[in-house]
């Protein structure tokens, strides 16, 4: 693997198997799926590139290079240790936004504790990386980022950290119109939105040669 991550996916169940055949791909099995046509979208492919290539996920920590000297396992008994010491959080459930042109699942009543989760995660992994590449810095587009962002990109590796995250469930590439799309989704996925919502595990990704992320260990939250 070329970089590992470390993110919420749904365990085995309705709700998971309707993420990943809508994306197309099960991330835990590496395994392509047929997507859905729904009605007033078409090939959902065209709309899914991006998203597919990640598999269905919550980023609790971005894709990162290995620090020198890290391996797997140093990877693997971090994020276990973590998991051992972190408690679940527990949502209210979960709703479709459109998040800067893309759909995206957002969970509902855990703000202040999807920030902690969070933020534990980040810190707790941060040792685990290399330091950023220019070339890295420069597809952040720092010159899009606020003065916070940028400082959190250079400190932390990513912008999108501590106050400045954001949990959500990507659903669709950016869209130029999202709306019917949406409206398509809601549809689509309202019969197995869980509630409530709980992250009950850290998930282990590594992203391989090709830059397909699989899904290599899962994590229960047990503190």
């Not at 749904?10 to 994306?23: D, H, K, V």
């Not at 997507?35 to 996920?57: C, K, M, N, S, W």
């Not at 197995?192 to 391989?208: A, Q, T």
Request: charged letters at 25%; one cysteine or more.
């Amino acid at each position: 693997m070329k970089r590992y991550a470390v993110y919420y996916a749904p365990r085995e169940g309705a709700f998971a198997f309707r993420a990943n055949e809508w994306l197309g791909r099960e991330p835990g099995k590496g395994r392509d799926l047929p997507q859905p046509v729904l009605a007033g979208i078409g090939d959902p492919r065209g709309i899914t590139a991006e998203p597919r290539r990640y598999g269905f996920h919550g980023t609790l920590r971005a894709p990162f290079r290995l620090a020198e000297g890290m391996t797997e396992a140093t990877v693997r008994d971090c994020v276990t240790r973590l998991a051992s010491r972190l408690p679940p959080v527990v949502c209210d459930g979960l709703h479709l936004e459109t998040l800067r042109g893309f759909v995206a699942l957002t969970p509902m009543g855990c703000e202040a504790a999807l920030l902690d989760l969070g933020a534990a995660v980040v810190e707790g992994t941060d040792a685990l990386r290399a330091p950023l590449t220019e070339a890295e810095i420069a597809r952040r587009r720092p010159d899009h980022l606020s003065r916070r962002q940028r400082q959190l990109l250079e400190r932390w590796g990513y912008p999108f950290v501590m106050e400045e995250f954001r949990f959500h469930l990507t659903l669709t590439d950016r869209l130029e119109a999202p709306d019917p799309v949406r409206a398509a989704l809601e549809a689509f996925f309202a019969p197995v939105l869980p509630r409530p919502f709980v992250i009950e595990d850290l998930c282990l990704f590594g992203e391989d040669q090709s830059g397909r992320f699989h899904l290599l260990h899962r994590y229960a939250l047990a503190g």
